[in-house]
């Protein structure tokens, strides 16, 4: 049974960083992706970046050259996944969910979301505020 439990939202001033991080565990497939979700209230849920067992990455446009997602290769048994969030903004403001896939490359998860969902996080809260 696959486990996602994501860390690290909270409050900051527009400009400032955050870093998310999301552990998933019991992957037992030799490829797999974790990708970045984020939903704000009134909104569709939007695909953020996506970093795959083959150390693919993706961004969505809006995010590119601010957020960097990055990968604990020692570990094992667990995958930590992160999402290093910079410059942010007011309209980053959301409900930041890790997910992970067990077929979709990388372009597709982030533009469509998963296709073999092995498991989903119960999400972390970003506001971006002065």
């Known amino acids: 049974q696959v486990q996602v439990v994501e860390s690290g939202g909270g409050l900051v001033q527009p400009g400032g960083s955050l870093k998310l991080s999301c552990v998933v565990s019991?992957?037992?497939?030799?490829?797999?992706?974790i990708g970045w979700f984020r939903q704000a209230p009134g909104k569709e849920r939007e695909g953020v970046s996506c970093?795959?067992?083959?150390?693919?990455?993706?961004?969505?446009d809006s995010v590119k050259g601010r957020f960097t997602i990055s990968r604990d290769s020692a570990a094992s048994a667990k995958h930590m996944v992160y999402l290093q969030m910079n410059s942010l903004r007011p309209e980053d403001t959301a409900v930041y969910y890790c997910a992970a896939e067990g077929a979709r490359r990388c372009p597709r998860l982030v533009r469509d979301g998963p296709l073999v969902a092995l498991g989903w996080g119960q999400g972390t809260q970003v506001t971006v505020s002065s």
């Open positions: 019991g992957i037992t497939r030799n490829y797999y992706a």
């Open positions: 970093i795959s067992s083959d150390g693919e990455t993706q961004y969505v």
